[in-house]
């Protein structure tokens, strides 16, 4: 091979170098590739879909107000990926947005998909942010390429245990025991394990885990199950399908807990939950991802989605500020090139304001946000209120649930 030929393989790798040349050696390129991967078919094809739905607005809005400036102006372009609701169609969507020359990737969902995608990309020096993705495996391996906004499972089980005491307590600690219900997969099996470990050193006793597939087509089981324990709580983590069919199934057994205290729930902070399925979703706690309801930007989008036809979820303002996370680093980096992308990425700070989730001072280490907290919310007459924390918490948790 002569020593001016390149190899496939090499010239994807400096095509983003040689779109951040000089004007005079080579003109600005016509739109910045944006990868965005999401899961729009198969299992976790809602969530999917909402990402999508995001990460479109958040272009729509950088496109609209002049695009990417530090580049004279340059649009971003999003090259979609559909993951299929399994690691290896995310990895193969990573593949073939590398042979597309994208400058970095955003979305995954799953903490699976999001964990084998950012690995490949990792082969790339391609710039990948996590969207949703909570397995602290994703950002404690020692990627650089890899960025999580959000809060994983660590930050978000112990602000929900804290909550979830200071909301017991409050009542009188109605609650002693727990019953764990969760998806046997990465997201839920961690979730476990942390509840497990963690509970009893906050004053419950855990009864029993349960664990179930996704997808599940039957909860009959498990809610026989719960019957015989009588837990006071019942604490699930499930995407959304499974959760609609547990509390279906937990309210035509007509078996009514102390509470439904979820933890990263698919469904319990999900519009379409609560009006699809009102008198099962009433009263149901999650600690979850959450829009911060004090910035005028999140009733703003709030209006765009639900003018669609759409409900509001939070995978549409996490993927939001996911891509502004993208635009705000690249504007920093001056160029598009992924190695400066990835140092502006992991000096992003406290300047970052054009996110819309309730979170610090951003500030990353190894990969992650310190900054990213969760909220928690309750169903309450067909809303989703914010409950904790208290400085912007618009309702009261009702607890324990009667009746």
């Known amino acids: 091979m002569s020593q001016i030929a390149l190899s496939r393989r090499q010239a994807l790798l400096a095509a983003p170098v040689l779109l951040s040349a000089p004007a005079i050696a080579q003109a600005q390129p016509r739109a910045i590739k944006l990868g965005i991967i999401q899961p729009v078919t198969g299992a976790l094809a809602q969530d999917g879909e909402y990402g999508r739905i995001g990460a479109e607005l958040a272009i729509a809005d950088i496109n609209a107000g002049g695009g990417i400036k530090a580049l004279g102006g340059v649009p971003i372009e999003m090259v979609f990926g559909d993951a299929r609701s399994t690691p290896d169609g995310g990895v193969a969507e990573v593949e073939k947005m590398q042979a597309e020359g994208v400058l970095a990737i955003v979305g995954g969902f799953a903490s699976p998909i999001c964990l084998a995608a950012s690995q490949a990309a990792s082969r790339y020096d391609l710039p990948y942010i996590v969207d949703v993705g909570v397995s602290d495996q ?14 994983g499972f660590g930050t978000v089980t112990a602000s929900a245990l804290d909550n979830l005491v200071a909301i017991n307590d409050a009542a009188g600690k109605p609650s002693r025991t727990a019953v764990i219900v969760h998806e046997d997969g990465l997201f839920g099996s961690g979730m476990a394990r942390l509840l497990n470990a963690e509970l009893p050193k906050r004053g419950f006793q855990v009864l029993e885990t349960i664990s179930h597939p996704t997808p599940s087509r039957d909860m009959s089981n498990v809610a026989l199950r719960i019957r015989a324990l009588n837990p006071d709580l019942i604490i699930p983590s499930s995407y959304y399908a499974e959760f609609v069919l547990l509390s279906q199934t937990l309210q035509q057994r007509r078996i009514r807990p102390k509470g439904i205290y979820c933890i990263l729930n698919g469904a319990a902070s999900n519009f379409r939950f609560v009006r699809e399925f009102p008198e099962a979703a009433n009263l149901v706690m999650d600690c979850n991802h959450w829009a911060d309801p004090r910035k005028a930007k999140t009733a703003e ?5 639900e003018a669609q036809g759409r409900f509001w979820l939070y995978n549409v303002p996490l993927n939001y500020s996911a891509v ?24 992003t700070g ?14 990353f280490v190894n990969g992650q946000n310190q900054g990213g907290k969760p909220v928690n919310t309750q169903v309450q007459n067909g809303d989703i209120k914010v409950i904790f924390p208290r400085d912007f918490a618009d309702a009261q948790p009702v607890y324990p649930v009667t009746g």
């Open 138 to 151: 994703i950002v404690t391996r020692g990627l650089t390429n890899t960025f999580r906004f959000g809060p």
């Open 301 to 305: 989008l709030r209006r765009r989605v």
């Open 350 to 363: 406290a300047g970052f304001d054009s996110h819309i989730m309730p979170y610090g001072p951003t500030q």
């Open 324 to 347: 502004m996370l993208f635009a705000d680093a690249l504007e920093r980096a001056g160029r598009a090139d992924r190695g400066a992308l990835i140092q502006a990425l992991a000096a």
